[in-house]
């Protein structure tokens, strides 16, 4: 500390000893030049440096907290009534290629990479066939032990026919015998002419018994038969239903076009990868048509009445900010749901059809929408930034001259940036991005700081 005021001590005997030697020299001079009285006092010079000094302090304080305040050239311009809502490209049409619907658990092991270029009857994504096999080869094996018994059953009909057959023909002799043994009774005893034909009616009898249970045991049998052959079939469409699952585990593609994959809801909405498992008849990857685009969006429960079918949108890419494509709203939802699991606000669905075809717009990509849904042309407006609410009056902060004066405005229709003014400013006037009256010279800004004017009222 010691050091420190030697030093300051010293400094200061060396700065007045200075202004004394520069003095003696002004007062020479001002003699010399016959200066008025006033200026050739023994403190004229210090009073006058000090007095440029607090001069050059003033202007250079009021210019500097000028010019630390943002400010905005107001300019009568068109208004866009608007709000704006990120959402993703899609194509307006696709083919979708979904998950075979079969029983049993489904398990992806390949899957072409998604923005592959493929065609007709390219392998998509192929699924564990390991079940599938394993009921494939058990149907295989129930339609040969089915055709097996069919087999029994036919050697079993055609030995039981043979013998019927051979009862049927001896039943046939009896009858016939007994008719010619009764005709050659006719000359002999009652009795005996009696005992052959009653040998003839039981004859009889039982050929007509053993016809008859012959053509029954035929409709039997051919009625088995109908049975084996209703199993075989069954069993046979078994076999071909499995053979056709173990096929569908092989996605081909139905046409050509670009690869997106499918959402996997049981994956926390990830995109499908080799390793998931998809339900029957879920969408593992689609193949959008490129010539016709939309941009998915969602509208808050709030702005949605605002939202119609035909108004014009602008849709800008997140990866392609200097590239803006034109739109309309081809579709609102009429049901709203939740954004999301962690959260009560309610969305609608709003679908932007696109205009034009371009390379650059891939399914997938994020965007911005700016749905217009007023256009109000030769108005004054300005940013939020500079419009200020004070004692319940909406005030701006006008620049006069090397200052800002508060003045109060009423204002009207609003956009996502921009506020219009009905009454209280001009076209050309200055007004102020921040608070002035909160400024202060320790604040460092940049230096002529100013809002170009937009486009539009945006």
């Known amino acids: 500390m010691s050091i420190s005021k030697s030093k300051n001590s010293s400094l200061l005997s060396n700065f007045t000893k200075l202004i004394n030697q520069v003095n003696i020299k002004y007062l020479d001079f001002a003699t010399q030049k016959k200066f008025p009285t006033i200026l050739k006092g023994k403190y004229s010079l210090s009073a006058i440096t000090f007095l440029v000094i607090i001069a050059i302090s003033f202007l250079f304080a009021e210019t500097k ?188 593609s139905s046409a050509e076009g670009l690869v997106v994959y499918g959402i996997n809801w049981s994956n926390q909405g990830q995109k499908f990868q080799i390793g998931d498992q998809p339900w029957s008849g879920q969408t593992i990857a689609t193949l959008p048509d490129l010539s016709k685009m939309e941009s998915r969006t969602f509208v808050n429960e709030v702005d949605i009445s605002k939202v119609e079918t035909g108004q014009k949108v602008e849709v800008k890419l997140d990866a392609f900010q200097d590239s803006t494509f034109l739109g309309k709203v081809s579709s609102v939802a009429r049901l709203g749901k939740q954004k999301s699991n962690q959260s009560t606000i309610k969305v609608f669905d709003v679908f932007i059809e696109i205009e034009g075809v371009s390379e650059i717009l891939k399914p997938g990509m994020t965007t911005s929408n700016k749905i217009i849904m007023d256009e109000i042309d030769d108005v004054i407006f300005i940013p939020h930034e500079a419009l200020f609410e004070i004692e319940k009056k909406f005030t701006v902060y006008l620049k006069d001259g090397s200052g800002f004066e508060e003045v109060n405005v009423t204002i009207g229709k609003k956009s996502d940036n921009f506020v219009i003014i009905e009454s209280g400013l001009e076209d050309g006037d200055i007004v102020a991005l921040r608070d002035p009256n909160k400024e202060s010279l320790s604040e460092a800004g940049t230096e002529g700081n100013s809002v170009q004017m937009p486009e539009n009222g945006n």
């Open 65 to 252: 907290v000028d010019s630390n305040i943002p400010t905005y050239t107001v300019k009568k311009d068109l208004f866009l009534v608007s709000i704006t809502e990120s959402g993703e490209i899609k194509a307006k049409k696709s083919i979708s290629i979904t998950a075979p619907r079969i029983r049993g658990a489904l398990k992806i092991v390949q899957l072409v990479p998604e923005g592959d270029y493929i065609k007709s009857g390219d392998v998509v994504a192929k699924f564990d066939p390991t079940e599938a096999i394993a009921k494939l080869r058990e149907a295989e094996a129930e339609l040969e032990k089915t055709l097996s018994n069919k087999d029994k059953l036919l050697a079993n009909h055609a030995s039981k026919t043979a013998q019927m057959k051979s009862d049927l023909k001896s039943a046939e002799l009896s009858f016939e015998l007994s008719k010619l043994n009764m005709e050659q009774m006719k000359f002999e005893a009652e009795a005996k002419r009696r005992e052959a034909e009653l040998q003839h009616n039981k004859n009889e009898l039982n050929f007509e018994k053993t016809k008859q249970t012959f053509e029954s045991n035929i409709i039997i049998q051919r009625s088995e038969l109908d049975n084996m052959n209703v199993e075989i079939r069954q069993t046979n469409n078994d076999l071909k239903k499995r053979q056709r699952d173990v096929d569908a585990l092989t996605l081909k």
